[in-house]
Every structure is written in C-alpha cells, then in structure tokens.
C-alpha cells in the first residue's frame, strides 16, 4: 500500500494521490472494523471459556473445603469423645471418692451399712429359727420389722 502512495506521488498527480489516500482510508477503516468484529466475537469465545473454567473451579473448591470440613468434623468428633471419656472417667472417679467418704462419716456416726443390716437380719432368722426348733414348734416365727428413718417418723408427726 505505501509502495503504491509513493508511486503515486512521484507522478504529482493530485486528483490519483487523492484517490489513493481514500482508498488506503477506506481499506484502514474496514480493517479495523474487521478487527472490531473479530474482537467481539473472539471475546464472546473467551469470555465463555472464562466462565466455563471459573464454574469448574467453583466445583472443585466445593468440594475440597467440603472434604476438609468433613475432616474438621471427624477430628473434633473424636477429640470430643476424648475429652467425654476423660470427663466421664473424672466423673467416676469423684462419685466414688464422694461415696466412700459418705461411707466413712456414716460409719463415724454409728449407722450401720445395708450389708450390715442384712447380716444382722438373717442372723435374726436364723436366731428365730433356732428358738422355734428348742421350742417344739410352738412359737410363730416373725420377720423382723424394717427400721423406720427418723424422716418417716417426722412426716408422720406432721
């Protein structure tokens, strides 16, 4: 095209200089109309790609932090079973010291254990027992009456 314009320009004529310069224009304008259009409709190409991959890596993201969540998850469940057993161990351990202590101040007052108690209930049966063999049989055997709780005593009272 430049070759063509100098051509043009060595022969001074004005009026195919002039021709030539609006052809050149002309050409230079539809080519970058031309240029134009490609653009948009490369652009509308790459522009969907772009949103295809991005919906791609969307999915993928998803699903990774889904599978980190759920390890989060499995690994404080665990952690919280650890610290439940350990609680519940605790637990135990204190609800034993508290019942032998209990025990202990009971036994320093002078109330007798159930398996006190029930030692000295068969004890009393066999005792009835015994009587009512030397006896000929002639004496009704009776059980011993359950000790009476000085709160039922109270609430009797009340």
Do not use: C
Not at 106 to 132: F, Y
């Amino acid at each position: 095209m430049v070759r063509k314009l100098k051509a043009i320009a060595k022969h001074k004529d004005d009026s195919h200089l002039a021709a030539a310069i609006k052809d050149s224009a002309q050409q230079i304008w539809l080519a970058g109309l031309g240029a134009y259009a490609k653009a948009q409709e490369e652009g509308q190409k790459v522009f969907n790609a772009l949103v295809r991959e991005g919906n791609s890596l969307q999915k993928r993201t998803m699903r990774i932090t889904e599978d980190k969540m759920n390890e989060v998850t499995t690994r404080v469940g665990k952690l919280a079973g650890g610290l439940q057993k350990q609680a519940n161990g605790t637990w135990d351990k204190l609800e034993t010291v508290f019942e032998e202590r209990v025990e202990r101040a009971l036994t320093r007052l002078g109330v007798p254990t159930n398996k006190e108690i029930g030692e000295l209930t068969q004890r009393v049966e066999e005792l009835t027992a015994s009587v009512q063999r030397l006896s000929g049989g002639r004496a009704v055997a009776r059980k011993a009456a359950p000790r009476k709780r000085a709160a039922t005593k109270k609430a009797a009272a009340a």
